[in-house]
């Protein structure tokens, strides 16, 4: 396993629609395991293959948060949103494309997803809570959609003016 650099806002591969897995093979295996090290060392609870440049429908989360609890690790390959609540909940969003900015952003409650796991087989489930925002979330990325899509077009302009201005100290150091 190893680390991979988590790409920043504004970057032409994060508006990027990724492509789906035709097959688990050990490449897409190396990658959720890799996937899992990077958020994990972040840390964050949730990243998706674009943004470690990866182009395809992959995308790992974990969201127990508590440190004593027992983790666990997700991924999922080619998720599909099957159904969604008409309920709506808000959470302060982050993503470790858009360091230290957060948002409040509205999305439904609960969705049911499938998936296909690294055993090849048909998953589903359904996801309530911080999962539910976690999960939509992700496969946004995946469609190229960031969580700052949802903001005003000017709280948006300040942030990536934000994140333009880390890139070039990042770059510079
Ligand atoms: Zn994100």
Redesign the pocket.
């Known amino acids: 396993m190893s680390l991979r650099p988590i790409l920043i806002h504004p970057d032409p591969r994060l508006k990027k629609v990724a492509t789906p897995v035709a097959e688990v093979t050990d490449d897409i295996r190396r990658l959720a395991d890799d996937m899992l090290e990077t958020m994990y060392d972040a840390p ?1 609870i ?3 293959a674009p ?1 470690v440049g990866v182009m395809d429908r992959v995308l790992v989360m974990d969201c127990v948060k508590d440190p004593e609890a027992t983790p666990d690790p997700m991924v999922l390959i080619n998720p599909e949103i099957v159904e969604v609540s008409e309920a709506m909940n808000v959470y302060e ?6 360091p230290e900015q957060y948002a409040e952003v509205e999305r439904p409650a609960e969705v049911s997803v499938k998936w296909l796991g690294l055993d090849g087989k048909t998953h589903s489930e359904h996801f309530d809570g911080l999962w539910a925002t976690c999960v939509q ?2 496969i ?2 995946l469609n190229g959609k ?2 700052i899509d949802y903001l005003k077009p000017l709280k948006r302009q300040m942030i990536t003016r934000k994140m333009v201005k880390l890139k070039r100290e990042l770059a510079r150091a």
């Open positions: 964050g949730g990243l998706a943004q969003e982050g993503c470790l494309s858009i979330h992700e946004d990325h960031l969580f």
